[in-house]
């Protein structure tokens, strides 16, 4: 993750030799990875009911590209949205909103809906991310596009940035990090022939961006950085004393240009209405195995179910999963290029990291060994107390896609009588990293069904019933962290109405700022999600009729619609027994409760 400082054995690129333009060479590397990630997302274009398997985070993150667009349209608070959670709303600031991204895709919501929107983030984040670093290394660290674009290709589609991207948009999105490494770690040369207020000013804004896409990347790119600029000035300590002084510099521009445009976001998040402490989740809990750094995850060509989730809290978190080929490779880099102190530095960053993901207490093969893992000693520390440390091994990927262009570079330019023969040398190495990349090769992230949005709702049937103020309460109203139906709907209706419940992080109650996925629970909430998920119809009593009235007018209802469900008709009936008999819709069933509730 961490780069950027100039090699003195880097050569410059080759000129000659071709009449095809440098562009064009550059054009073909990006629009590969662009290929690819169009590949990866296959299984969910043109296919509206088909969700990315961790369906519920994909419908957190429709809902907020949703939300970003219709607060740019209509001028409304993009930090703060009272579509969820009605009535008291959901601080966006505090949750993952990615308005950096869904502010610029507003376009593609607008004109597609939520789902291409979502769909075209993901290629956007991993092309992107790919892309990126491609450039970074083509102009500071290696002097060819081939290394280049293999090291972007690592980077861009490791195992865990694939993981990642089904679900997480605010940690696939790691295409700012190569710009922001590239203004943090400058060559002196650089440093002179632009001084310090213009690198400064850009990387302070580049700041500003990260963190209105995704905060967490942003610690663990400052966590990263900084290990790998103490690992640096240990390897070399000469540089280190020459660039110190202008690296602090454009740090302290940087805070100051970005500390200005984020004073009230950040004061809103911590200290705005609906704001939380804590987290909502045992962060400890989510942990990496020991051996899942040579295993194989899920979506890759050799993947399977059974052993990543043996290894990883998750399908969303197989961080690690690089395969044997591809450690054995880096530690050969590593001790082949060791005078190096770029490298020694990437070593010292990628171990780190790596261990800090084990968590706790290190799991080898799923077994508990009771041996403390490193994160012990700083999991009590401020930021890293809230961190997921499955995620610490997320910084490994570009120190082996680093590493290994580096090698290419190397190889590639072999010369001398000192040296052996450059052909067989290049294939062989070639060989090598083919053989250590080609059981990484993602495949096409799978996607499970959902239920579709009732046409009641789809084509605005909802609109008289509803009056201002009011809200649409589906059937359950999820208020926790499972998929949430209510959040699909109002997604791919463009936020068209209001709605309890929700799939979000948010205060324990008025008086408890403790986090906790969804609002409190109201009874009636209870009542039906338990009948959804075993499809027991319950006895009612007068009581829990009197309860559903008092929950609705909480709610502020208005109607309350049930759309499909595998128990759809026991939850019918119990909905009848409180509120008395529905009548069907298209794609569902309808109570008006606007009599009821008053």
């Known amino acids: 993750m961490a780069t950027g400082t100039t090699s003195p054995n880097t050569s410059l690129p080759a000129t000659g030799g071709t009449s095809r333009p440098a562009w064009l060479r550059d054009a073909l590397v990006v629009a590969g990875y662009l290929g690819l990630a169009v590949l ?38 993009p930090l703060f949205s009272t579509g969820l959670n009605a009535p008291d709303g959901v601080n966006l600031m505090a949750n993952t909103s990615v308005l950096g991204l869904g502010v610029p895709l507003t376009p593609v919501t607008l004109l597609f809906g939520s789902q291409v929107a979502f769909c075209v983030a993901v290629v956007c984040c991993l092309a992107g991310t790919a892309v990126a670093w491609y450039v970074l290394l083509r102009r500071r660290l290696v002097g060819a596009r081939a290394p280049a674009a293999v ?30 490494l590239a203004l943090v770690f400058r060559p002196a040369s650089e440093t002179t022939r632009h001084g310090v207020w213009r690198p400064g000013v850009g990387l302070g804004l580049l700041l500003v961006w990260q963190v209105f896409i995704g905060e967490e990347v942003l610690v663990f790119l400052v966590l990263a950085a900084g290990v790998f600029a103490l690992g640096y000035a240990l390897a070399d300590r000469v540089a280190a ?44 809990g989510f942990q990496l195995d020991v051996a899942s750094f040579t295993a194989s995850a899920r979506q890759t060509v050799l993947g399977d179910d059974w052993l990543p989730g043996l290894l990883s809290p998750n399908p969303t978190e197989e961080n690690s999963f690089f395969g044997p080929g ?10 082949w290029q060791w005078r190096r102190p770029l490298v020694r530095a990437l070593a010292a960053c990628g171990v780190v990291f ?6 706790d207490e290190l799991r080898v093969d799923g077994e508990a060994t009771g041996i403390p893992g490193p994160y012990r000693l700083v999991s009590g520390l401020p930021l890293l107390d809230l961190a997921v440390p499955a995620r610490f091994a997320l910084v490994c990927v570009p120190v082996l896609g680093v590493l290994v262009a580096l ?12 040296v052996a023969p450059g052909l067989p040398v290049r294939l ?42 009011r809200t649409v309460v589906a059937v359950p109203p999820v208020t926790g962290a499972g998929r949430s139906p209510v959040m699909l709907w109002s997604a791919r209706t463009a936020l068209g109405f209001a709605a309890p419940g929700g799939y979000f992080i948010g205060p324990s109650g008025p008086d408890d700022p403790a986090a906790r996925w969804g609002a409190p629970d109201r009874p009636t909430s209870v009542l039906l999600r338990q009948v959804a998920e075993t499809g027991a119809v319950p006895v009612l009593t007068d009581a829990d009729r009197r309860q559903a009235v008092e929950d609705l007018r909480h709610w502020r209802a208005a109607v309350v619609v049930l759309g499909h469900l595998e128990h759809g008709d026991p939850v019918r009936r119990t909905v009848d027994d409180l509120l008395g008999p529905g009548r069907p819709v298209d794609g569902g069933w309808l109570w008006d409760v606007r009599d009821r509730v008053g």
């Open 151 to 180: 090291g972007g290709l690592i980077c861009g589609f490791a195992p865990g940035m694939i993981a990642q991207a089904g679900a997480h948009l605010h940690i696939a999105a790691q295409f700012l990090v190569p710009a922001i």
């Open 326 to 335: 591809l450690l054995v490779l880096a530690v050969v880099i590593v001790i």
């Open 354 to 359: 790596a261990l800090l993901s084990l968590g």
């Open 407 to 418: 090698s290419l570079d190397r190889v590639r330019a072999a010369r001398g009588p000192n």
């Open 428 to 469: 062989l190495w070639a060989g090598a990293v083919a053989a250590a990349l080609l059981p990484l090769i993602p495949t096409p992230i799978r996607v499970v069904p959902v239920a579709p949005v009732p046409a009641f709702l789809a084509t605005g049937g909802w609109r008289p019933l509803v009056p201002p103020g």
């Open 40 to 77: 990866v997302t296959s299984e969910q274009w043109g296919r509206p009911w088909q969700l990315f398997h961790q369906a519920g985070d994909q419908i957190l993150f429709e809902w907020m590209l949703a939300h970003a667009a219709h607060a740019v349209v209509e001028g409304e608070n």
């Open 241 to 284: 004393r020459r660039l110190a002084p202008a690296l602090f510099g454009r740090l302290a521009v940087a805070a100051g240009v970005a500390a200005v445009p984020l004073a009230y976001p950040l004061w809103f998040q911590f200290h705005g209405p609906q704001h939380y402490s804590g987290m909502a989740f045992a962060t400890q």
